[in-house]
């Protein structure tokens, strides 16, 4: 078993045969030298090099740039939706300054793996005459961040986006959250991440830059905006000064209060020292329901708050407009169009309002967390080094920083008083959004779970829970309501194979496994888990929450497939209630059966 303490935990790690940073670097360093990035259609019709450049022309002007994210099942279909939105843009008057494009998450691993793995939502490109599409679909800068740098592809991926045009790559978040499928080799996995990034360093003055979504990583997983910055820090610290590239941090899908939203682009500023050049402000997702009217309302407030803090403090990076469909969804082109059009009407009510806008609370909110974030960033680096690593080697910084996870980092090195009541053994300097949005969930329910009802069918069983993907947070809330209702969770984490979760189910000898998927490939992970299943002769009920669907090639977007799953015996649920009543009913009599 792992030791849990943090010197025993990093001595344990350091006895892990990695590559040598150094050589690493110079192989990344080469690769970039030999390499002339190509020209995209949006540089060619805008008279730049690459959109670095470009976002310093918007930073000067104090220009808005628009961000949106796009990714049907294929390639093909994804080129169509970006003409689709260039063209009917136009029309209107507009034009759309970036696209990101929205890869299946099969492309994080190398080429021969990608078609044994499940497909999942978004394109997968399979030849060079794809890669090369994707810079000249539209004259609009396509953006490539998930599952491109931090993942075991990492160096051929960026190679041909560069190839490409493409020139903001990313996502380092993502490399110490995320899990390319069925893929287990993490030390391969950094050396290839940092040769990547070496290779953007190399060809920093030819305007690359290298992305990283804080919320897509652990700064989505700690319960601090101060930790959250810390690692902000951390981040730019093995990125430009470990390896000379320049990077673009990118916040905002799971913040909610505005203050914080329009306070994280001037606390990116000071981080940055002053040079922060974003990639794009994601929208607020974690506010959106099922209710479109609302999330129309949520789309508007962000988007006004997002665009006057690009008025007031300039740093490039690209408002995103959420389609309101998101939450139930991948948004088709026409609700795209809808969002983009939205986003350039709100930019004239932003700039009849910036004149007589208070901007006093965002900038004391990054005062704060800067100046916390920026002890947390201390404290990493004199603990990393006290107990051993080498501060100056990132492949083993970026290996041992993912292995430690954001639970213990927090627990070490955070800003906050301690407290050992407290989630994380200390009081935050100013709570995570995300973190207060899951504990209200949790308050949202309780009474139902700690009913009397619940807890005689629930208490003293043993479920597994698991989800397909990132999205921990749902995890947390299904967890902590289980658990008052008696149940013994074992909670296996995010991104997990069909086959951890068999083993789990087997060894823990549990009761009945809850599995939440949000990225197209439900039917897929469903006949993959229980085929684990029935070669462990494990026989227990099977419940799967979130977004239920599938991609299918020949379907511009991904089907829904709840009917399918439950045609396999799997019991779906779209909300804890649902669970609950579920799993009361099925246990009520005890027995496995439902009524």
């Known amino acids: 078993m792992d030791p849990v303490n943090f010197s025993e935990r990093v001595k344990y790690l350091l006895k892990t045969e990695l590559p040598r940073g150094e050589k690493v670097v110079s192989e990344g360093i080469d690769l970039g030298r030999s390499l002339k990035p190509g020209r995209s259609a949006f540089m060619n019709a805008y008279g730049v090099n690459s959109e670095a450049e470009y976002k310093r022309q918007c930073i000067r002007d104090r220009k808005i740039m628009y961000h949106c994210h796009i990714g049907m099942s294929s390639w093909n279909e994804t080129a169509r939706g970006l003409k689709y939105l260039h063209r009917s843009l136009a029309s209107e008057g507009f034009y759309q300054d970036r696209a990101g494009i929205c890869l299946d998450r099969r492309m994080a691993l190398p080429p021969a793996m990608r078609r044994n793995a499940p497909a999942e939502t978004g394109p997968l490109l399979e030849n060079l005459e794809e890669w090369l599409a994707v810079g000249q679909a539209a004259p609009i800068q396509p953006h490539m961040g998930d599952f491109m740098i931090g993942f075991p592809a990492s160096a051929d991926n960026t190679v041909l986006a560069l190839r490409a045009g493409v020139t903001t790559i990313g996502n380092l978040s993502q490399f110490f959250s995320h899990e390319a499928p069925g893929w287990r080799d993490t030390p391969f996995t950094a050396g290839e991440t940092v040769k990547a990034i070496a290779l953007m360093g190399a060809l920093r003055e030819q305007g690359t830059?290298?992305?990283?979504?804080?919320?897509?990583?652990?700064?989505?997983?700690?319960?601090?905006?101060?930790?959250?910055?810390?690692?902000?820090?951390?981040?730019?610290?093995?990125?430009e000064e470990l390896m000379g590239a320049k990077l673009a941090h990118c916040v905002g899908g799971l913040v909610s209060d505005p203050v914080k939203r329009s306070g994280w682009i001037f606390a990116l500023q000071e981080i940055h020292q002053g040079d922060c050049v974003g990639s794009m402000f994601y929208g607020d997702?974690?506010?959106?329901?099922?209710?479109?009217?609302?999330?129309?309302?949520?789309?508007?407030?962000?988007?006004?708050?997002?665009?006057?803090?690009?008025?007031?403090?300039?740093?490039?990076?690209?408002?995103?407009?959420?389609?309101?469909?998101?939450?139930?969804?991948?948004?088709?082109?026409?609700?795209?169009?809808?969002?983009?059009?939205?986003?350039?009407?709100?930019?004239?009510?932003?700039?009849?309002?910036?004149?007589?806008?208070?901007?006093?609370?965002?900038?004391?909110?990054?005062?704060?967390?800067?100046?916390?974030?920026?002890?947390v960033f201390n404290n990493a680096l004199d603990g990393l080094s006290d107990a051993g690593v080498d501060l100056k080697?990132?492949?083993?910084?970026?290996?041992?920083?993912?292995?430690?996870?954001?639970?213990?980092?927090?627990?070490?090195?955070?800003?906050?008083?301690?407290?050992?009541?407290?989630?994380?053994?200390?009081d935050a300097v100013v709570p995570n959004d995300v973190f207060e949005h899951s504990l209200r969930s949790v308050d949202k329910f309780r009474d139902s779970?700690?009913?009397?009802?619940?807890?005689?069918?629930?208490?003293?069983?043993?479920?597994?829970?698991?989800?397909?993907?990132?999205?921990?947070?749902?995890?947390?809330?299904?967890?902590?309501?289980?658990?008052?209702?008696?149940?013994?969770?074992?909670?296996?984490?995010?991104?997990?194979?069909?086959?951890?979760?068999?083993?789990?189910?087997?060894?823990?000898n549990a009761d009945a496994v809850l599995v939440s998927t949000h990225n197209g490939m439900a039917l897929d992970y469903a006949n993959a888990m229980l085929e684990e299943m029935e070669e462990r002769n494990l026989s227990v009920p099977v419940f799967m929450g979130g977004v239920l669907n599938q991609k299918v090639e020949e379907n511009e977007m991904p089907i829904d497939v709840e009917e399918s799953l439950q045609g396999l015996g799997i019991r779906t649920c779209s909300n804890p209630m649902d669970l609950l009543e579920n799993l009361v009913v099925m246990w009520k009599n005890g027995t496995d059966e439902a009524e």
């Open 285 to 375: 997702t974690i506010s959106f329901t099922r209710d479109f009217s609302w999330n129309r309302g949520v789309v508007a407030e962000t988007l006004l708050w997002d665009i006057l803090t690009q008025m007031e403090c300039p740093t490039g990076h690209a408002v995103l407009s959420i389609p309101v469909t998101e939450a139930v969804r991948v948004p088709n082109a026409e609700e795209i169009l809808e969002a983009q059009i939205f986003a350039r009407n709100m930019e004239g009510v932003a700039r009849r309002v910036h004149p007589s806008f208070d901007f006093s609370a965002p900038r004391a909110f990054a005062e704060k967390v800067v100046s916390a974030g920026r002890t």
């Open 209 to 239: 830059l290298v992305h990283s979504y804080l919320d897509d990583g652990l700064g989505a997983l700690f319960t601090d905006c101060a930790t959250v910055a810390g690692w902000a820090f951390l981040e730019r610290y093995i990125v």
């Open 393 to 426: 080697d990132p492949v083993q910084m970026l290996f041992v920083l993912k292995s430690l996870g954001p639970k213990l980092f927090e627990e070490t090195f955070g800003a906050g008083t301690p407290n050992p009541l407290s989630l994380r053994g200390r």
């Open 449 to 508: 779970f700690a009913s009397p009802d619940a807890r005689s069918s629930l208490e003293g069983r043993r479920i597994v829970l698991a989800s397909t993907d990132v999205h921990e947070h749902a995890l947390f809330v299904i967890e902590q309501l289980l658990e008052i209702s008696g149940v013994r969770v074992v909670n296996v984490g995010p991104e997990r194979n069909p086959d951890e979760i068999a083993h789990a189910v087997g060894a823990e």
